[in-house]
């Protein structure tokens, strides 16, 4: 007998209440010397929304956003709920698990109807006890100034959370016998550009950094060499080590994008025969990921009623998934690539780009970024939308004006990033 293994919010006082206390020695040691700049409109306009039902979907640059929402919501005083991707709960012996449930934080698994987490979701959007905090691009893009496409299934939560209030006052209205058309709490929703910028004199940690990058890879440190050069030539060589192991040839006058474009390819192959599911070299590099990520995430973390599996599958089922655990470096390895383009360096060199793809090549390289500088992550808070205002629109085309309104969340989203300028 199949079950999900949902894992619910459990807010401990306690537990926020001490994490509050440490975060900024944290964000100190832990973090690199991350601090988090906010204007006071910005907080004055979250503010403003206190104690209101409200989604907020933030980028997901780096992976540190989580901590960046932390100290946000501290200095409103307030607590938050945030999905988090159902692996994340048992990292670190599952203690990642535990401390993140009892800060808000409750589980998705993608790629299935993960009816509990969806159920939760609308729950704290109808009650508003609390915030939601949904990372709309399902992924981490590893770029400070790039997207991945957004996921219109997170704002369909929201306008179901909607429609769940109409329902709900339309139902209390009736037993009372009030034939006035019921009013009902509006749902809103806010886009937060998360966007982190680092102190002067980096390039320092910028040459250390290139200098143990070109030793790994067997390349000598070129007196005079631009840094944009000399991590140009890094990533040919990482590439050239990726194309050997999926015997792939690079021809002349290639790209480093296209050639990076199809090792990804291969990858998300292999991924998917072994899988069973049939590739479609049609379909954006995106969608495969999404397709494979959910496929995995369905089949590790459905859990069967040990009672009814004998030893051997029991053995069986922990191989299983040993195999499956493995290809979530590889596609780890495909985000990593899935932003890249040459362009993103040439048309911009900056400390930031700099460091944004030299850690992603520190992560192919020796298995996670090395290079820390302090740095300001920067938030903006976007356009305030009222969902109660769209509903006739959304009950006039469900589907289309949910894409519609993710389309222009994503260029929203874009323009706020392209703005922003150092604190």
Do not use: C
Request: glycine residues 6%; neutral net charge.
């Amino acid at each position: 007998m199949a079950r999900r293994a949902f894992l619910p919010p459990i807010i401990n006082p306690l537990v926020v209440g001490f994490i509050r206390v440490i975060f900024p020695f944290g964000m100190r040691t832990l973090l690199g010397g991350l601090s988090v700049y906010i204007s006071d409109d910005d907080l004055a306009k979250l503010r403003a929304y206190q104690g209101k039902r409200m989604l907020l979907l933030p980028n997901h640059p780096n992976g540190e956003e989580p901590f960046v929402l932390f100290e946000i919501f501290k200095r409103m005083n307030e607590v938050f709920n945030v999905v988090a991707a159902r692996e994340v709960f048992d990292w670190e012996h599952g203690f990642r698990g535990w401390l993140l449930r009892r800060v808000g934080a409750y589980s998705v698994i993608r790629g299935t109807a993960d009816r509990e987490s969806f159920m939760m979701s609308k729950k704290i959007l109808m009650e508003g006890q609390n915030r939601l905090v949904i990372f709309i691009e399902g992924e981490i893009s590893r770029g400070n100034e790039t997207l991945i496409p957004f996921e219109p299934g997170v704002l369909q939560l929201a306008f179901w959370a909607q429609e769940g209030l109409a329902k709900e006052a339309a139902k209390a209205a009736r037993q009372q016998g009030d034939q006035d058309k019921p009013d009902y709490p509006p749902v809103y929703v806010a886009p937060l550009a998360i966007k982190y910028f680092y102190a002067p004199g980096s390039e320092t940690a910028i040459e250390t950094s290139l200098q143990v990058l070109e030793k790994a890879v067997g390349l000598p440190t070129e007196p005079g060499a631009s840094q944009y050069a000399r991590i140009r030539a890094i990533g040919e060589k990482v590439l050239a080590v990726q194309e050997a192991l999926h015997q792939l040839v690079a021809l002349p006058g290639v790209s480093l994008t296209e050639r990076v474009e199809a090792i990804k390819n291969r990858m998300l192959k292999k991924m998917e025969l072994f899988l069973g599911l049939k590739p479609d070299p049609q379909a954006s590099t995106l969608s495969r990921l999404r397709e494979i990520r959910n496929t995995m995430d369905h089949l590790i973390h459905t859990y069967d009623d040990p009672q009814e599996l004998t030893d051997y599958e029991k053995r069986m089922v922990d191989h299983f998934r040993k195999a499956l655990s493995e290809f979530y470096q590889d596609l780890d390895r495909v985000v990593y690539f899935l932003t890249y383009d040459e362009a993103y360096l040439q048309e911009s060199q900056t400390p930031e780009r700099f460091i944004d793809v030299i850690r992603r090549l520190e992560r192919e390289v020796f298995g996670d970024a090395r290079l820390t500088y302090p740095r300001v992550a920067a938030v903006k808070v976007g356009e305030v939308i009222n969902l109660k205002e769209q509903f006739p629109s959304y009950e006039s085309d469900k589907k289309g004006y949910v894409k519609h309104m993710v389309s222009e969340l994503e260029e929203n989203m874009r323009l706020m990033l392209t703005r922003m300028q150092r604190p």
